[in-house]
């Protein structure tokens, strides 16, 4: 592909990043993620694989570097391991790096065709280890498939990354044995603070964990030694102790990380938002259907230059979540 103008928004950053949620809908029903009963979109109203593949060669051409699919759950799309297989072809051709995140439920059966796909590295979420407690905070998973999905990702030589969301009353007293998991497993681990999208089932403010707290403990107990590496994310990294594990630290509510922001996200129909935290958003959907590839990329300029300087994450009682879309919406 010839090479484009780079993005580059108002602010001086240099957009490398692009997270594509291939589907909004999930197969779990995470408590601090969705409502029980949720409104997904028809499927008529989905980009199309062919038209992913195209908005996502246009973000590589223009200096995208790094592509993460997402969800919703994207192993509950029948086509998802096409788009990889398509957009795989790019990796040392412009794209460094194409990697998913999952909740790891159906992992077990797809590890090995995302692995030649070209996939070398996923995350997965997981809140916690335990039966009981994870079918509570899914509201009705199985963890141990979850479990069998991680083992074949690491056999056919995935590396796994754990994302984890600190949750006060649930899953605290989880994070210290996770983390001692993920040394023995070879695993790098992610906390995250829990983010105010969407209308959920339950007040946040109750299950608001900051990572300042849940670090000051973990430092009691592990050897936590700064480290440099980026992966391109919001994270804050730490090597434990003598392992080759990475605690990374995701804080947008108590750390915030916006000053160093490179990426944009693809929703599922098609909007690109600049910005998880805002509103704004530019639909390249329309563009390309109307007016091809000069269409969609004029909406892709369109969107980079709206992209704000922060997010306006809070957590307060009572308070409105910052903006009424799911994260399944707009990819975790």
Known sequence: MASQPALIDRHGRTISYLRVSVTDRCDLRCRYCMAEQMTFLP?????????????????????????????????VR?????????????????????????????????AGALHDAGVRRINV?????????????????????????????????????????????????????????????????????????????????????????VFAELSETFDLTRDTHSSGGPARYWLVGASRTRLGLISPLTANFCDGCNRVRLTTEGHLYSCLGHDDRVDLKAALRSGGVAGLDAA??????????????????GAAPAVARHM?????
């Open 43 to 75: 499927k008529s109203a989905l980009l199309g694989l062919e038209e992913i593949a195209i908005v996502a060669e246009r973000f590589i051409a223009r200096g995208v570097t790094k592509i993460r699919l997402s969800g919703g759950e994207p192993l």
């Open 125 to 213: 979420s997981l809140d916690s280890r335990d039966p009981d407690r994870f079918r509570y905070i899914t509201r009705h998973g199985d963890v141990a498939r979850v479990l069998d999905g991680i083992a074949a990702a690491k056999t056919v030589g995935l590396a796994v990354k754990i994302n984890m969301v600190a949750l006060r009353g649930l899953n605290a007293q989880e994070i210290a044995p996770m983390l001692a998991w993920c040394v023995e497993q070879g695993h790098d681990l992610s906390l995250i603070e829990t983010m105010p999208l969407g209308a959920i089932d339950e007040d946040r403010t109750d299950r608001f964990l900051p990572l300042t707290d």
């Open 78 to 110: 029948r086509d998802v391991i096409d788009l990889a297989r398509r957009l795989g072809r790019h990796i040392g051709h412009g794209l460094d790096e194409l990697t998913m995140t999952t909740n790891g439920t159906r992992l077990a059966d797809h």
């Open 300 to 317: 892709i300029d369109e969107a980079i230059a709206i992209k704000p300087a922060r997010h306006n994450f809070r957590i307060a009682a």
């Open 328 to 332: 399944s919406v707009t990819g975790g």
